[in-house]
Every structure is written in structure tokens, then in C-alpha cells.
């Protein structure tokens, strides 16, 4: 499979009052043509602005893309003028946001939020928009589609909402969709129900999926790949077997170890003492240094770079050696 997006040393910050956040500094990662991309980490790793970034959906004079590459169909997102990004995003890139509730426009009836998308990207008349928008709530399994046509968000459920936000980022079926913790406020039986409709859509139409979550379990069902992102930076990637299996960055390990096991008995869940620093303040080496339990003194003042354990398995931590071939 070849690739269909790369991104090459990003770097997004943002400018405050109390100084720059270095929210995503120095990503490189490539997205192939069908497959889904994991990308996993507590908040505030950078996950979601990544995926911003992507789109150019950062708030205006305070996120900035400092530097790097975004290549989509042989060019440079970052470099894109306003139009050319227009015809992008919702177009060939979409993306499904956390809480619906929030991205969805209450104003506006959930069948005309759909038309709008394809009115802005495709020559269409009003009528054959609203067949097309119908269909479209059909196939993601809406049921009633023309009664849900006319009803605004706050007449659905939360998963029937997530079914609209699929709807419209599917409704151009673009090459790639961002799903930014599509099941985050959603019950386990309408979490399984949107993930299988994610997956039955990506093989319809032939997407690349890029899954933001925190729950590795997730991950470990749908994704091919994973990364794992920690304070700005992508501490491990491989294959989803790969990362799940043989875990190798302490980061990694102790998300793998948070994880509840049901035949293993412990009076407490294993946990990740501290938390994820500011993006104000990270320190010179390794942002997990003070987190990790590996850590010496060359850790908090070297910041380590990535070890190729094979072919598709890497990960940044000066306690892993490569292996010997």
C-alpha cells in the first residue's frame, strides 16, 4: 500500500500570555491508502491538535504551525492558501469530532447540516441534495432518515447524534477520516454499534482512517497501526500486534499495564503516578522522565531518539537497544 498522507517534523504551538505551548513539536508519521491508524496517550499528549493541524482548524493568532510538512496528493497542506484548504477539508479529509453536542449546529435541522456539505463541494440542486442527505442518514443507520431530516440535535440521542457527525464527514466520502474520540460520551452496546459502522463505511468506500483515543482496547480491535503519543511527541509506533505484545517504551508499558485484566486479581488498578506536564514546561530530555520508573540523570537532560526494533517497531527511550540481526 502506498501512502497517502505524510507528515514530516510538525510543529504547532501555541502562543499565550504566559508563553509558547509546544503542543505538538517534531511528529513525523505516514497514513497508507485503506488501513486505520491508531493514535493513542492521556490528554493533553497532543492527539487532537495533531489532527487540528492536519486540517488547519487551529484557533486563529493563537495556534501556529511553527514547521513541518503536511504532503496530501503531492502537496503541502501548510503551504495551502484559505481555498485550497476549503476544498479539503470536509471534502477528501473529514473528521468526526469528540462531542457532537458541541460541533453540531443547533440551528440548523440535522438534514440541512448535511446539505450544506454537499452544496459547498459538489454542483448539486437543493433537491437532489435532500435525496442525497436522506440516503446518506440511511446508510449510516438512522432509522426514520426523512423524520430525522427534520429534527435538530437536541431531539436525538448522543448516539444518533454521532451517526449525524458520521454522516456529515462521510457525505462527500472523502479519502481519509479523522475520527477525534468518536465513542467518548457513548454507552459500551453504541460505542461497539459506531465502531463497526466506522469500519463497514471504511471498506465501503475505500478510506484511510486515522482513530484518536485513550482506550487501547479500542485500538487493539480496529487499528492496524498505533502510535503512541506522549507530551508532544510520539514516544512508540509499530504495528498494532507490535505495540500491544512487546510493548517497549515505559510510557507504553504502563498504558498496557493501567488496562484491567479479568482473571487477575489486585486490590488496586495499576496506575501512571503524576500527570502530563504543561506544555509550558517541559523539561530538556525526555518529556516521561519524571514520570518513569527507568529514568536516570542522562534522561532528564538528553532527549532520546527513536530505536528501530524492526522493520515497522519503533520507540524513543535510552534504555532499549536495538536489536542485534
Do not use: W
Amino acid at each position: 500500500m502506498s501512502d497517502i498522507l505524510s507528515i514530516r517534523n510538525l510543529r504547532t504551538y501555541f502562543h499565550t500570555d504566559d508563553g509558547v505551548a509546544k503542543a505538538v513539536d517534531g511528529v513525523s508519521f505516514d497514513l497508507k491508502e485503506g488501513e486505520t491508524l491508531g493514535i493513542v496517550g492521556e490528554s493533553g499528549c497532543g492527539k487532537s491538535v495533531t489532527a487540528l493541524s492536519i486540517l488547519k482548524l487551529l484557533p486563529e493568532g493563537v495556534g501556529v504551525i511553527e514547521g513541518g510538512e503536511i504532503i496530501f496528493e503531492g502537496r503541502d497542506i501548510v503551504k495551502a492558501s484559505d481555498k485550497e484548504i476549503r476544498s479539503i477539508r470536509g471534502n477528501k479529509i473529514s473528521m468526526i469530532f469528540q462531542e457532537p453536542m458541541t460541533s453540531l449546529n443547533p440551528a440548523y435541522s440535522c438534514g440541512n447540516q448535511i446539505v450544506e456539505v454537499l452544496k459547498t463541494h459538489r454542483d448539486i440542486s437543493n433537491a437532489d441534495a435532500k435525496t442525497k442527505a436522506i440516503e446518506i442518514l440511511k446508510s449510516v443507520g438512522i432509522p426514520s432518515p426523512e423524520q430525522r431530516f427534520k429534527e435538530y440535535p437536541h431531539q436525538l440521542s448522543g448516539g444518533l447524534r454521532q451517526r449525524v457527525m458520521i454522516a456529515i464527514a462521510l457525505a462527500c466520502e472523502p479519502k481519509i477520516l479523522i475520527a477525534d474520540e468518536p465513542t467518548t460520551a457513548l454507552d459500551v452496546t453504541v460505542q461497539a454499534q459506531i465502531l463497526e459502522l466506522i469500519k463497514t463505511l471504511q471498506t465501503k468506500l475505500k478510506m484511510s482512517v486515522v482513530l484518536i483515543t485513550h482506550d487501547l482496547g479500542v485500538v487493539a480491535e480496529t487499528c492496524d497501526r498505533v502510535i503512541v503519543m506522549y507530551a508532544s511527541k510520539i514516544v512508540e509506533e509499530g504495528l498494532a500486534a507490535e505495540v500491544f505484545n512487546e510493548p517497549k517504551h515505559p510510557y507504553t508499558l504502563a498504558l498496557m499495564e493501567s488496562i484491567p485484566k479479568i482473571n487477575e486479581k489486585r486490590e488496586r488498578l495499576a496506575t501512571i503516578e503524576g500527570s502530563v506536564p504543561s506544555p509550558l514546561e517541559y523539561n530538556a530530555g525526555c518529556h516521561f522522565a519524571n514520570r518513569c520508573r527507568f529514568a536516570d540523570e542522562k534522561c532528564f537532560s538528553e532527549e532520546p531518539v527513536p530505536v528501530k526494533l524492526s522493520e515497522t517497531h519503533t520507540a524513543s527511550c535510552f534504555k532499549i537497544k536495538e536489536p542485534t540481526l
